[in-house]
T-cell receptor, first 110, second 115 residues
Framework: QKEVEQNSGPLSVPEGAIASLNCTYS??????FFWYRQYSGKSPELIMS????GDKEDGRFTAQLNKASQYVSLLIRDSQPSDSATYLC??????????FGKGTRLHILP | DVKVTQSSRYLVKRTGEKVFLECVQD?????MFWYRQDPGLGLRLIYF???????EKGDIPEGYSVSREKKERFSLILESASTNQTSMYLC??????????????FGEGSRLTVL
């Protein structure tokens, strides 16, 4: 079965520091990768998508993809208390079927 | 803005009852999905549909069926509810990959309790 793996955390990061979230996936043929943020009691919302090897930056967020290592990461610079949430890694494993990791809980310490 | 509406936010049902969870999206998206979310297990795909009357099994389809008679509506059916189906159910929709980012738009969720 195709899988997406994440460390469940919680990951505690001081305010202003860089938070680093990691994800690995099993299906080598996957082409599209996503990071969703989910606040407690709310639905997930997309924050980053990445399709090719390398880095993609959007404001304080940087997604990194290494297809050879089957590894996706999300960096959050200048972490804020409002970044405290669960971060879900998602992978399109083909035919638009999107599966998720279990999520990493991030806690930003004021 | 894309809106995905799930008809019931909270439901309480008894074991053996038939349960319908309805989801409607207003952005003409081809793809629609049903996930369940449980603590420690994350989001797991139950079924998805890429067109009217088309459906594909996800990772945990057992005990569920779906219906997509119209493009905007995707229903999840529990033929005979069981206590292990107590969960948060999330519906989502998206454009096909290649047409857009493939972003999933989620509804607010339906919390089902089966007694």
């Amino acid at each position: 079965q195709k899988e997406v793996e994440q460390n469940s955390g919680p990951l505690s990061v001081p305010e202003g520091a860089i938070a680093s979230l990691n994800c690995t996936y099993s299906d080598r043929g996957s082409q599209s990768f996503f990071w969703y943020r989910q606040y407690s009691g709310k639905s997930p919302e997309l924050i980053m998508s990445i399709y090719s090897n390398g880095d993609k930056e959007d404001g304080r967020f940087t997604a990194q993809l290494n297809k050879a290592s089957q590894y996706v990461s999300l960096l959050i610079r200048d972490s804020q208390p409002s970044d405290s949430a669960t971060y879900l890694c998602a992978v399109n494993i083909g035919d638009d079927k999107i599966i998720f990791g279990k999520g990493t809980r991030l806690h930003i310490l004021p | 803005d894309v809106k995905v509406t799930q008809s019931s936010r909270y439901l309480v049902k008894r074991t053996g009852e038939k349960v319908f969870l309805e989801c409607v999206q207003d952005m003409d998206h081809e793809n629609m999905f049903w996930y369940r979310q449980d603590p420690g297990l994350g989001l797991r795909l139950i079924y998805f549909s890429y067109d009217v009357k088309m459906k594909e099994k996800g990772d945990i389809p057992e005990g569920y069926s779906v219906s997509r008679e119209k493009k905007e509506r995707f229903s999840l059916i529990l033929e005979s509810a069981s206590t292990n189906q107590t969960s948060m159910y999330l519906c989502a929709s998206s454009l096909p990959q290649g047409a857009d980012t493939g972003e999933l738009f989620f509804g607010e969720g339906s919390r089902l309790t089966v007694l």
